[in-house]
């Protein structure tokens, strides 16, 4: 009988721990997103990069060119956008925010730049993983 508690009390323990669902985790993933933009629109090309895993191994292809590890990418965006009149205002259009597994979803969209150096546009498909509870961006593809 006190085994039967036991699992009892486990299983209600187990059933009342909060779990996330995707529409949490798509509003986070959002919300990070927005963070960047701001970030981006405000040439706080640090703050854009908060929302990258600080890691060797990140991914990022653009331009025809691959790049590893967030501090290529960070100084990469530095070399390219280095004036506010570079990075100008930076929006989001999301297309797709797909769960690839429990911990990890796809973005696919299009980010519009209204520059004073001439406008840029594209699309993106970006990988992001939870990691110690927070949403990373680990692999990016922009063109």
């Not at 979803?105 to 110690?132: C, S």
Request: aromatic share 12%.
């Amino acid at each position: 009988m006190k085994n039967l508690f036991v699992l009892a009390f486990i299983l209600i323990q187990v059933s009342c721990q909060h779990q996330v669902s995707e529409k949490e985790d798509i509003s986070a993933i959002r919300n990070l997103l927005e963070t960047q933009a701001k970030s981006w629109s405000n040439h706080d090309i640090e703050g854009f990069m908060e929302g990258y895993l600080k890691s060797d191994s990140i991914a990022y292809f653009g331009s025809g060119s691959m790049r590893y590890g967030y501090q290529a990418m960070l100084d990469g965006y530095k070399e390219r956008y280095p004036t506010k009149a570079h990075t100008g205002t930076l929006a989001f259009t999301l297309h797709d925010i797909s769960k690839i597994s429990e911990d990890a979803y796809w973005v696919m969209g299009e980010y519009h730049l209204t520059r004073e150096v001439g406008d840029a546009n594209g699309t993106f498909m970006i990988v992001l993983k939870r990691i110690n509870g927070e949403w990373k961006i680990i692999g990016d593809s922009s063109c």
